[in-house]
């Protein structure tokens, strides 16, 4: 799947996103598990938006299944912590064991970052 737009602007939405998703449960008093949706959605469409298909359904099982789970009030002490153990196991062997393919948009990000810290470094 082809990336639907640049990494920036997909953080970017992805982060507006949250900051709406934390009034709405902030203004409801909707904490628990309105959070999970509120991190959930957000992350899902911003991987969707960088064009990741396979990482937008783990984020939406991950996170829609631990709102359900709450939510409906489903023997949670055995689904959640499955989901997030799923979860963190997905999130570990990808980035240490899958596809090593770096981005130009990263390699540009990490001089940009080098560039700033030797200037921190003069001052």
């Given amino acids: 799947m082809a990336p639907v737009m640049s990494r920036r602007k997909a953080q970017s939405l992805s982060f507006a996103l949250f ?10 008093k909707y904490w628990w598990p309105g959070i999970m949706l509120t991190i959930g959605i957000p992350l899902a469409v911003k991987q969707y938006l960088l064009g990741k298909a396979f990482d937008t359904t783990v984020s939406l099982i991950v996170f829609l299944g631990a709102f359900i789970t709450v939510q409906f009030n489903i023997k949670w002490e055995i689904v959640l912590p499955v989901l997030f153990t799923l979860g963190g196991i997905y999130v570990f062997f990808k980035e240490f064991f899958g596809p090593k393919d770096i981005e130009e948009e990263d390699i540009e990000e990490d001089k940009n970052h080098e560039i700033e810290e030797e200037g921190e470094h003069k001052d």
């Fill in 19 to 28: 900051l709406i998703g934390l009034a709405f449960i902030s203004y409801f």
